[in-house]
Nanobody, 116 residues
């Protein structure tokens, strides 16, 4: 399984971005997927996750009501719609997926920078 993120960039506070994560390879083995982020000097944290069928989602308290995670399984793509962005959302965002047996896959990361 390979995961490739896109959609990061520079945006002003209050703006929006949509991240995409394209999966390839043995995509039928992917169960839960999600987005993590890591800001400079901080640990990587889970931002949002979504179940295989898309019917269960979870969000970090810091992004609830502002971010929306979704996935399009026929297109092997996951999304993170980020609205009302804040400077503290600045981080490298990583796509994550777990397959049967518990092995984790990661994307290479995409930078999101929110200016004040």
């Amino acid at each position: 399984v390979q995961l490739v993120e896109s959609g990061g960039g520079l945006v002003q506070a209050g703006g929006s971005l949509r991240l995409s994560c394209a999966a390839s390879g043995r995509t039928f083995t992917i169960n839960t997927m999600g987005w993590y982020r890591q800001a400079p000097g901080k640990e990587r944290e889970l931002v949002a996750s979504i179940s295989r069928g898309g019917d269960h989602t979870n969000y970090a308290d810091s992004v609830k009501g502002r971010f929306t995670i979704s996935r399009d399984n026929p297109k092997n793509t996951m999304y993170l719609q980020m609205n009302t962005l804040k400077p503290e959302d600045t981080a490298v965002y990583y796509c994550w997926g777990v397959v049967g047996g518990g092995f984790n896959y990661w994307g290479q990361g995409t930078q999101v920078t929110v200016s004040s």
